[in-house]
């Protein structure tokens, strides 16, 4: 795969010496893969290079090269520190907790670089903070993305760069089980193993890492259950407590609607997790006709036509017609 802004952005890359990679709230196997894979690059050619997250990134990827390094505090990035900004696997700026900065930043000293495949991607070349969009619908993941750019520019492939992308790729297509699975996400995943990636080491670390209490919790949403017999949409709900009772933390709650995405019947998921003074709604769907994106935008969210997300302020409440969203 080639992209037409990948020669402008090997020799912007190749002008600048100092990197901050950020990734949007909710950090997961793609955006953390993207960044470290990034890092490690970008350090092999004697640049300096600085991983941000709004959030820690869970434990269950806790085993990926250079997550020790995370920077999650706002106040130690300064944008005079840097020449290049990386925004990857995001497509929505607010998701970062830097809005400010970035958009504060002297533009004729820092750029920034938008590196996504989300479809509600809402960055623009030239406009508000971007200045360079390498973007693309029709990769699986942003980590294979990265890789089509590493392979245009000739940079150096090994083992730790292979299992940070090769862990984005397996998380974003469900160990290659959905839709967002191609010939050529499944191709690069042959590439990186080549590499050296232990896939098997990877899905056991993401994939079957199931504890007691985790499991507890899926027993709960699985009860609760219910389906909108208008829309076809299966949903479930996750509240603060059942994480208290089960013993088990948000990580808990992950993989839930991946699960049920196998559901008969359904033309989507949604499952609903109450995380302090507001709700996460996550869409999965492999129902032909069903753009799960456009139920997400309603909420404020988006994503992709199969997998999507939101987060609207509010607490889960149970009532006779069901479980819903109390704004009160």
């Not at 890359?13 to 894979?37: C, H, N, T, W, Y």
């Not at 020790?68 to 900004?85: K, P, S, Y």
């Amino acid at each position: 795969m080639d992209h037409p802004n990948f020669a402008q952005l090997k020799t912007l890359l190749e002008q600048r010496k100092r990197f901050l990679l950020v990734s949007p709230a909710g950090p997961d196997g793609d955006s953390l893969g993207s960044i470290f894979a990034l890092k490690i690059s970008l350090e092999l050619q004697g640049k300096s290079a600085t991983c941000f997250s709004p959030e820690p990134a869970p434990a269950y990827l806790q085993f990926l090269p250079g997550v020790g390094a995370l920077v999650t505090d706002r106040a130690q990035v300064q944008m005079e520190d840097f020449d290049c900004i990386m925004f990857l696997d995001g497509g929505d700026v607010m998701r970062t907790g830097l809005t400010e900065q970035f958009a504060q930043r002297d533009r004729s000293k820092t750029v920034f670089v938008n590196f996504d495949h989300h479809q509600t991607n809402t960055l623009v070349d030239g406009v508000d903070v971007c200045d360079l969009s390498i973007i693309s619908f029709e990769v699986a993941s942003t980590t294979e993305l990265v890789f089509y750019f590493m392979s245009f520019a000739r940079w150096e492939m090994n083992k730790e760069i292979a299992t940070c992308l090769l862990t984005g790729i397996l998380t974003d297509t469900g160990s290659f089980q959905n839709l967002a699975t191609t010939a050529g996400s499944l191709e690069v995943a042959a590439h990186l193993c080549s590499f050296g990636a232990n896939i098997m080491r990877i899905g056991d670390r993401t994939i079957k890492n199931k504890s007691l209490g985790m499991l507890k919790l899926w027993g709960r949403a699985l009860s609760r259950l219910s389906v909108d017999a208008e829309t076809g949409v299966v949903s479930t709900a996750i509240t603060e407590k059942d994480l208290l009772e089960c013993e088990t933390d948000e990580e808990g709650a992950t993989g839930i609607a991946n699960f049920l995405n196998n559901l008969d019947g359904a033309k989507a998921i949604l499952v609903l997790r109450e995380d302090g003074d507001t709700v996460k709604g996550s869409y999965r769907s492999t129902y032909e006709g069903m753009d799960v994106a456009a139920l997400a935008k309603k909420y404020g969210g988006g994503g992709h036509k199969k997998s999507a997300g939101f987060i609207v302020r509010g607490h889960l409440e149970q009532s006779a017609e069901g479980w819903k969203i109390s704004q009160t």
